[in-house]
């Protein structure tokens, strides 16, 4: 809203995940919470007990399948599952910011974006591909 009250242009992208809860892959998180957040010993241990072990059943008429083990998903509706996403996203804000781009993370949807100068042709070249950059990495991981 403030590089348009100063008479700029913003480009949006609206990335949407389905099911993100459903994605989180548990190696890669544990991971993260230990290469980027320097998480170890009792506090890594606890986040996988949270985690891991984990089983499923999904129940039709009388048929009772066997149970799957998760090795992906974040419990929705819990107090930690919020923070867990945030933390599992994080390379994605990490990547924004490298190329200028400012984002807001949230767990179903994700927005990028830039402002344009549109009285600068540099500035809103630069601002541009920038943001083209950052998607073709998003695409890519």
Known sequence: MMSIDQGNSVLVVLLDLSAPFDRVDHNVLFSRL???????GKVLEWFRSYLEQRFQRVCVYTIFPDVQLLLFCVRQGSVLGPLVFTMYTRPLGIIGQRFGVKYHLYPVYTHLYTSLDSNNVLNFSSSLK????CMQIFGSG
């Open 34 to 40: 230990k290469d980027m957040f320097g998480l170890s």
């Open 130 to 133: 920038n943001l083209e950059h």
